[in-house]
């Protein structure tokens, strides 16, 4: 079993910068892809960005230079550091692990954080 935890979003203007936190407790055999979501109302959860199983990162084509993901392994933290933000990055943003990567590429996770909202405004 793993618990996701993600901290407070936010309200920012428009190229201004977050940092999403999710800490992470249960399993701690970090044998699972883990990583961030993000979804508005009414579409599809959307991965942007991901450790795979091998600790490789991946992100979504939309979010390549302005997201960075990372992880503190000593506080059992994920991080998603968001900078240049757009009104588009209005979303809730959710923290989601599994043990296959292919089911995170799905957004078919075993485990979800319970959302954050991020809002951006121009």
């Known amino acids: 079993q793993v618990q996701l935890v993600e901290s407070e979003g936010g309200s920012v203007q428009a190229g201004g910068s977050l940092r999403l936190s999710c800490v992470v407790s249960?399993?701690?055999?970090?044998?699972?892809?883990i990583g961030w979501f993000r979804q508005v109302a009414g579409k599809k959860r959307e991965g942007v960005a991901a450790?795979?199983?091998?600790?490789?990162?991946n992100y979504a084509d939309s979010v390549k230079g302005r997201f960075t993901i990372s992880k503190d392994n000593a506080k059992n933290t994920l991080y998603l550091q968001i900078h240049s933000l757009i009104p588009e990055d209005t979303a809730m943003y959710y923290c989601?692990?599994?043990?296959?990567?292919?089911?995170?590429?799905?957004?078919?996770?075993?485990?979800w954080g319970q959302g954050t909202q991020v809002t951006v405004s121009s």
């Open positions: 450790f795979d199983n091998l600790g490789r990162t």
């Open positions: 989601g692990a599994d043990p296959e990567f292919w089911r995170w590429v799905e957004a078919d996770c075993r485990y």
């Open positions: 249960g399993d701690s055999s970090n044998n699972y892809a």
